[in-house]
């Protein structure tokens, strides 16, 4: 049988599955940052996290879950009563719209209910593959690769994709890592893009994952400064 020429580098699969490990051992508790109960508050939540933080998002949300607790309650509301209640969120008139229109859409479609699986879930108003895949690992347990700026940034500097197209960087890296991985690696690199490996100034003198990276020094590589520079909870 000729060899499958299409497979990545062994030693780039080896490698990409040690960094998961090693990112394991430096974020613990990664998870998904937004707060949510079931499928649809964490699908409207992540519609409402693009360009903003999660943090910014989860103090909006209990009072717009409270007031609209199912598909129905935003199938019907005021696109300018959801405005409000997102307004912080940054672009909160398209996100109202979309939100509406998810509501609308989920009760003409789906009986009300979220959708399990991504080709739905990316039919639905303001929904991508990004979101769907968040919607997927952690409303169902569905693993899925969320492939959002922290993501791509860290594994191109980890030269594990030289990709700039997130549905790309998706498949690419998830033919390096076991599928059951997928969603906790997302949280891993995701946290640690968060917390350590940042855009502007990445604190590689306090990152753990140095040896495995190759871009170490392109940030500060100065053990103590690099530590000031992260950002973990208890800091």
Known sequence: MPANNNRPPLGKVRRARKIFRELGEIHPDAHCELDFTTPLELLIATVMSAQSTDKQVNKVTPALFAAYPNALAYAQADVADIEEYIRTTGFHRQKAKSIVGIGQAL?????????????????????????????????????????????????????????????????????????????????????????????????????????????????????????????????
């Open 107 to 235: 009760l003409e479609r789906h009986g009300g209910e979220v959708p399990a699986n991504l080709d739905d879930l990316v039919k639905l108003p303001g929904v991508g593959r990004k979101t769907a895949n968040v919607v997927l690992g952690d409303a169902f347990g569905v693993p899925g690769i969320t492939v959002d700026t922290h993501f791509g940034r860290l594994v191109r500097r980890w030269e594990l994709t030289e990709e700039e197209d997130p549905v790309t960087v998706e498949r690419q890296i998830g033919e390096l890592v076991e599928r059951k991985d997928w969603t906790l690696l997302s949280h891993r690199v995701i946290f640690h893009g968060r917390r350590v490996c940042f855009a502007r100034r990445p604190a590689c003198g306090a990152c753990a994952l140095a040896p495995l990276c190759p871009s170490y020094g392109i940030g500060e590589t100065d053990a103590d400064k690099a530590a000031k520079l992260t950002k973990f909870p208890s800091d």
